[in-house]
């Protein structure tokens, strides 16, 4: 799960890589502000990951440069100014390869994990 | 790519929505502010982070990189006197070595300026088989070239002492006569005009055409852009200038400004000759195989190696032979790189820059024991930050590059200070130079170029390496629990022994300068006061030129004869002569074969030695005892038989006595067999410190020369002596320029001149060594005192005295300083072979200079520890044991 193969510190990459594909899929359902990219994966996640700024920021300026979302300055509901990320194509795909390799790596835990369960 | 005001407009609307939202549940709208702000977390960190996505990796190791060298400099910066210190030692180490390097480069390893990489050049010589290196005659030159593989093409030029103009206002000057394609083998450009060229290499005497230096032209023309095709007069004779050749190119003679360059094929038209045979233009100085006047050089074509090139030339060396018919005397074409060619400034400067090299080296190593001392001390200082970082999780390594990076911090400045000391006192040595040698210009290649710069930096980040190293390991390597208790109590004799190495390493050091600085300096003295073997005393030393105002032969030797005899009819003059060389003249004279008759020269003995051509009186004049025989008088005159005077050690090698050479015959180069009538003691003709050497006279009036110097002895004044003589030169030749005029005494500095420059560097070279030594030494001990503080006050308040406490400590210097002694004493005789090639009158084991080092040195040493020492015997015991 590397998105950075040239970083030494693995794992950081892992929590990257992690956090790289909720971002991916919240917006699959349409683009978002980043505020709200944060809210929704705190609400879909019963309120466990808290995304914080400090983290959501670079992560959507990393999916950017891969060319994964798209940013444009538009308006909120409530009429205030935001920048919405939308999934590219690319970013469609990568979170399809993430998702498997996700679903994968789960399976593989959740085996050793139960393994000597009795 | 990032665009930072973006962002931070997006955070901001992040901040208003989040806002907004705990608005619409309820809160007031400064605490929904404050909350969502709190939420958000370090805006500038995320903004931050948020940029750095966009940075390349490479990139952020740099920027890594630099936040390093800025939390170094501001460490640094925390602690001034530590680091001005280091700064100030390192210059002082780099300056010492940087300034000696660029001597070295300037003679030897970079000698030429304007030719792309003149270390890359090579230089042809006839060596014979007892290491005696000559010129190439023009012929063997010719041959050499049309035959040769290996080089991309071959040049060769002589050097010319010439005169430049007539008359009064005639000034010598140093020219080049120079093969056609010199320039082009050199790569040298004309500024103006254009080069010599292949065309002018055709017919001898054909081609007299010159080009110009860039200072002559702009020094003696103005820099007159209508130069070319103007004459200039160069030994009486005119050549139509063709141009000025590129400003950087000063010729092919190491610390010569040659400042003009000449056909070769005018060689006989500007009266180079070998020796004092010629009288006159002789045309065939082109063809004679004898004439070894010209070096001759090239650059390798690429991917040839000297080894290759060397082989090639001794076959090349074998054909010549066989060509010329040359069978008995063993010569031998060799392939020279340019700091072993026989001619220019290096020949002579080189053994004292080696010696010098070394020292500076060891002026550096003191340097870097004593900063290495610095920052071990510092090092226990900062064991609790260091420790910390550590206690943190950084790891060791992590630790010792940003302690090695720290040193580097410090070594920059000492670098680029260091190359600025050394450029400041350079130019101050060389102009010393040139007005010993004025009239004629000197040229050092001593630019601060890459070479130097490299250099530099090559030292500083070595240095920077040795002095951290060992301290910053050794710092890395802490015990976190007693670090973070701040429990300084002398832990672990290991770092006790490094802190002895340290001072034991400065003392030996400082020691082997001083015993360098002492040698010298003896030497120097005994150069002084040493009796050359003849008195230089109350005799004048005036040279003329009779080239110069063009005078025949013929004319010359009326010239010679009225001047004598006027000078003679002066009242206080004793007796006054003429002579073509004046002893101790540094550099000697081109050596030349001498046949012996009745003696076979043993299979590859070479008899190649120096000569001087003399007037009547010479030895009486000089005062050169005669062993045997007469002196040269009136009555050797161009008509009477041909005679000779050599020295006691040609007598000895060849007679086996003084008495059994009178009546034998030499011939000298190519002239005829002549008489000994005379054998003279040995003097010192060149350096004070050569070892006795053959030597030939040979009579003025037999053996004309065109340029000689009169030396006049008579009991008043000297300097009035020397304005009467000139007085007369003028009426007999009010045209005739006169180019040196002064006392014989005033000369013979220069035959000293080597060991003075020597023992002014190396005098400052050791008072700065043992300067820097006695620091090291203080501060270590100062250091140790300080740490022991706490035993110290226990031990007194338990009834040691304030001197058992001095002689503990004073005790423990001394005995590190007697090893220190050991060690350098070990060492100064290890490299006495090294100094041997320098000295004069005293053995490189002198016990006088030895014993003078080791009692500064203990001194010094006694004198940097007694002073922490009293002040450790001070310590009020209450105090000490309150520390904690």
């Known amino acids: 799960m590397t998105l950075h193969s040239s970083r030494p510190d693995a794992r950081t990459d892992l929590l990257h890589g992690t956090l790289d594909m909720l971002i991916l899929q919240t917006l699959q359902w349409g683009p978002q502000h980043g505020y709200a990219i944060g809210q929704t994966i705190r609400a879909q996640s019963s309120d466990v990951l808290q995304v914080e700024a400090g983290s959501l920021y670079p992560a959507l300026q990393r999916l950017a440069k891969k060319g994964w979302v798209t940013s444009k300055w538009g308006t909120t509901e409530a009429n205030q100014r935001a920048k919405y990320y939308r999934l590219t194509p690319e970013g469609k795909k990568q979170l399809l390869r993430e998702e498997s390799r996700w679903t994968e790596l789960v399976a593989a835990i959740g085996r050793v994990m139960s393994w000597n369960r009795p | 790519m990032f665009d930072k005001a973006d962002f931070d407009d997006e955070i901001r609307a992040h901040l208003k929505i989040a806002a907004a939202e705990r608005v619409a549940d309820g809160a007031s709208p400064k605490d929904a502010e404050l909350d969502s702000l709190k939420e958000f977390g370090n805006v500038a960190l995320t903004g931050e982070a948020a940029r750095r996505v966009w940075v390349p990796n490479w990139l952020e190791s740099v920027f890594d990189f ?55 050049l090579s230089i042809i010589v006839n060596e014979t088989d007892k290491g005696r290196k000559a010129g190439l005659s023009y012929r063997d030159y010719q041959f050499v070239r049309d035959h040769d593989q290996s080089f991309s093409g071959l ?35 004309a500024e103006l005009g254009r080069t010599i060229l292949p065309s002018d290499e055709v017919a001898p005497g054909r081609h007299p055409y010159a080009v110009l230096n860039d200072g002559f032209w702009r020094r003696d023309f103005g820099a007159d852009p209508n130069i070319v095709g103007k004459t200039i007069e160069i030994n009486n004779f005119k050549l139509t200038i063709v141009g000025v050749a590129d400003p950087s190119f000063h010729g092919m003679i190491v610390g010569y400004d040659d400042e003009a360059f000449i056909p070769v094929m005018m060689a006989a038209q500007m009266g180079a000759n070998v020796g004092s045979l010629q009288s006159g233009a002789s045309t065939d100085v082109l063809a004679d195989r004898g004439a070894g006047i010209l070096d001759v050089f090239g650059f390798l074509r690429p991917g040839v190696t000297a080894p290759t090139a060397s082989a090639q030339l001794k076959t090349l060396s074998a054909t010549l032979m066989q060509e010329a018919g040359i069978s008995e005397t063993k010569q031998q074409l060799t392939l020279l790189r340019i700091w072993e060619s026989p001619y220019g400034g290096q020949t002579f400067l080189l053994p004292a820059l080696v010696v010098l090299a070394v020292m500076g080296l060891f002026v550096l190593t003191i340097a870097c024991a004593n900063i290495a001392g610095l920052v071990l001390v510092r090092g226990m200082s900062r064991r609790g930050e260091l420790a910390v970082r550590l206690a943190l999780g950084a790891s060791r390594s992590r630790v010792v590059r940003l302690l090695l990076l720290e040193n580097l ?19 101050f040595l060389t102009s010393y130079a040139q007005t010993m040698a004025a009239p004629q210009r000197l040229f050092f290649n001593i630019q601060i170029d890459r070479l130097v710069i490299a250099f530099a930096a090559a030292v500083a980040t070595a240095s920077a390496l040795v002095f951290g190293f060992v301290p910053a390991l050794r710092s890395s390597r802490i015990d976190l629990v007693t670090a973070i208790n701040e429990d300084s109590s002398p832990r672990g004799a290991a770092r006790g022994r490094l802190r002895s190495g340290l001072v034991i390493a400065q003392v030996a050091v400082s020691l082997l300068l001083l015993v360098g600085a002492g040698l010298v300096t003896r030497s120097l003295d005994a150069a002084r006061h040493a009796y050359p073997g003849f008195d230089p005393n109350h005799v004048t030393a005036i040279d003329i030129d009779l080239r110069a105002n063009g005078y025949t032969p013929a004319r010359g030797r009326v010239f010679y004869r009225q001047l004598l005899d006027a000078v003679k009819a002066d009242p206080g003059v004793e007796s006054a002569t003429l002579a073509s060389t004046m002893p ?41 005892p005669l062993k045997a025989g007469r002196g040269f008088e009136d009555r050797d005159d161009e008509t009477a038989a041909p005679v000779a005077v050599v020295n006691t050690t040609f007598a000895q090698k060849f007679y086996a006595g003084a008495d059994n050479a009178i009546g034998k015959r030499i011939r000298v ?56 003589e000139q007085a007369h030169i003028a009426t007999l ?129 006694v004198l940097a520890t007694i002073a922490p020492a009293w002040r450790a015997s001070r310590t009020n015991p209450l105090t000490a044991l309150r520390h904690q």
């Open chain 2, 733 to 861: 030749d009010s045209d005739l320029p006169i180019i040196h005029a002064r006392a014989l005494r005033d000369t013979l500095p220069g035959a000293t001149v080597i060991l003075e420059f020597m023992s002014a560097f190396l005098f400052v070279f050791g008072a700065s060594g043992m300067a820097l030594a006695g620091m090291g030494i203080y501060g270590l001990v100062a250091y140790t005192v300080k740490q022991r503080t706490r035993e110290i006050g226990i031990r007194m308040a338990l009834g040691a005295t304030t001197v058992a406490v001095i002689r503990e400590f004073l005790g423990r210097g001394v005995r590190l300083g007697a090893i220190g002694v050991g060690v350098g004493v070990a060492g100064a005789l290890a490299i006495s072979r090294l100094l041997a090639s320098v000295l004069f009158g005293v053995s490189a084991t002198d016990a006088i200079s030895f014993t003078r080092a080791v009692a500064i040195v203990l001194g010094g040493v």
């Open chain 2, 155 to 189: 040049a060769a030029s002589g050097l010319l002492a010439a005169n430049f103009g007539r008359g009064k206002n005639a000034k010598p000057i140093y020219a080049e006569l120079v093969s056609g394609n010199y320039f082009q083998v050199l790569g040298v450009r």
């Open chain 2, 409 to 427: 911090v410090l070594a920059i400045p000492g670098a680029i200070l260091g190359m600025l000391l050394a450029a400041r006192a350079i130019p």
């Open chain 2, 584 to 624: 101790l003249n540094l550099t000697g004279v081109r050596e030349q074969r001498v046949e012996v008759d009745g003696y076979t020269p043993r299979k590859n003995e070479d008899l190649g030695f120096e000569s001087a051509t003399v007037g009547p009186d010479y030895f009486s004049t000089l005062r050169i």
């Open chain 2, 669 to 724: 180069g190519t002239g005829g067999w002549r008489t000994i009538v005379g054998v003279a003691a040995d003097i010192k003709y060149s350096q004070i410190n050569e070892p006795p050497r053959p030597y030939v006279y040979q009579p003025l009036f037999q053996a004309y020369r065109w340029s000689m110097t009169l030396h006049a002895r008579g009991s008043g004044p000297t300097n009035a002596m020397v304005e009467q």
């Open chain 2, 66 to 120: 630099v936040s390093d060298i800025r939390y170094s400099a501001r460490v640094l910066a925390k602690s001034p006197v530590f680091s001005l210190t280091v700064i100030a030692v390192l210059t002082l180490g780099i300056g010492v070595n940087a300034a000696v390097f660029t001597l070295l480069k300037s003679m030897a390893l970079n000698p030429l300026s304007g030719i792309g990489d003149s270390s890359q």
